[in-house]
Nanobody
Framework: QVQLVESGGGLVQAGGSLRLSCVAS????????MGWFRQAPGKERVFVAG????????LIRDFVKDRFSISRDNAKRTMYLEMNSLKPEDTAVYYC??????????????????WGQGTQVTVSS
C-alpha cells in the first residue's frame, strides 16, 4: 500500500508560479515511477510529468516542457512539480499517482493504482 498526499495548489495570476508537493508513504522504492496528472472540468485526466524516485526516467509533456519541471527530496519521499509561467489553461486539479510496477504505460491514468486526493490550481487571466 502507498499513500500519497498533494499540496501546494492555489490561485495565481497568469505568469505566476506554484510548486506542488506529493508526499509518499508506505511501500515505495527508488524504482517506483511517480506521475503527475491534471484534470480540468469536463475533461479527462491527462499525464503532465513524472519520474522515478531515482531520477532516472524524467518525463515532461511537450505542452508544459518549457515551463514545468520535477524535483525530488528522497529523504522526505517528496516529489515536486515546479510550475512557472502559468497560463489560464493550466487550471485543473492536479494529482500525483504511482503503482508498484517498474515498467508500464506512464501516460495512462488507468495504469496507476494509488492516487493522491488532488490539489486545485487556478490561474486567473
Amino acid at each position: 500500500q502507498v499513500q500519497l498526499v498533494e499540496s501546494g495548489g492555489g490561485l495565481v495570476q497568469a505568469g505566476g508560479s506554484l510548486r506542488l508537493s506529493c508526499v509518499a508513504s508506505g511501500r515505495t522504492s527508488d524504482n517506483n515511477f511517480m506521475g503527475w496528472f491534471r484534470q480540468a472540468p469536463g475533461k479527462e485526466r491527462v499525464f503532465v510529468a513524472g519520474d522515478r524516485w531515482s531520477g532516472s526516467n524524467t518525463l515532461i509533456r511537450d505542452f508544459v516542457k518549457d515551463r514545468f519541471s520535477i524535483s525530488r527530496d528522497n529523504a522526505k519521499r517528496t516529489m515536486y512539480l515546479e510550475m512557472n509561467s502559468l497560463k489560464p489553461e493550466d487550471t485543473a486539479v492536479y494529482y500525483c499517482a504511482t503503482n508498484g510496477r517498474v515498467y508500464f504505460n506512464y501516460y495512462r491514468a488507468q495504469e496507476y493504482d494509488y492516487w493522491g486526493q488532488g490539489t486545485q490550481v487556478t490561474v486567473s487571466s
